[in-house]
């Protein structure tokens, strides 16, 4: 599922001594971060070709622009029950393309001021969503 209520899920995270409890972060993190943050935490090396990025930075109050300015990107490349079809998303920042296969066609949402993703802005921002398909594509 390409929208929201399907790929902004909540993480929590518990890692005694190192993270203050009741501590929230609203920073988009996707599962690929999830080997090297774990390898940082225990002292194990994590090669550069590695597809995430360590929270632990993040995990520790540090400034991390880096994760809100890169982009995620969620392919979803079947059908399923739920009524979801082929397609492929990408973040970075606000704002979120989605590519429906089926039709060739795409939505553009700022995924800050309109969680619910009601307001398509693929006329109004073109030339954003060119871009965010260059970051697919590369």
């Given at each position: 599922w390409m929208y929201e209520g399907g790929t902004r899920e909540p993480l929590i995270i518990k890692w005694k001594g190192n993270v203050k409890p009741g501590t929230y972060f609203d920073v988009p993190v996707t599962s690929p971060d999830f080997y090297p943050?774990?390898?940082?935490?225990?002292?194990?090396?994590?090669?550069?070709?590695?597809?995430?990025?360590?929270?632990v930075d993040l995990l520790r109050g540090n400034s991390c622009e880096n994760l809100m300015n890169r982009p995620i990107f969620w392919h979803y490349p079947h059908y399923a029950n739920q009524g979801?079809?082929?397609?492929?998303?990408?973040?970075?920042?606000?704002?979120?393309?989605?590519?429906?296969?089926?039709?060739?066609?795409?939505?553009?949402?700022?995924?800050?001021?309109?969680?619910?993703?009601?307001?398509?802005?693929?006329?109004?921002?073109?030339?954003?969503?060119?871009?965010?398909?260059?970051?697919?594509?590369?």
């Open positions: 943050t774990i390898c940082e935490m225990i002292g194990a090396f994590v090669s550069k070709n590695v597809s995430g990025e360590s929270l979801g079809s082929p397609g492929s998303s990408v973040r970075k920042g606000r704002y979120k393309l989605i590519e429906f296969y089926e039709s060739d066609s795409y939505e553009l949402y700022d995924v800050v001021e309109d969680p619910g993703e009601n307001n398509n802005l693929i006329n109004v921002k073109l030339y954003l969503a060119i871009e965010l398909k260059i970051e697919d594509i590369t």
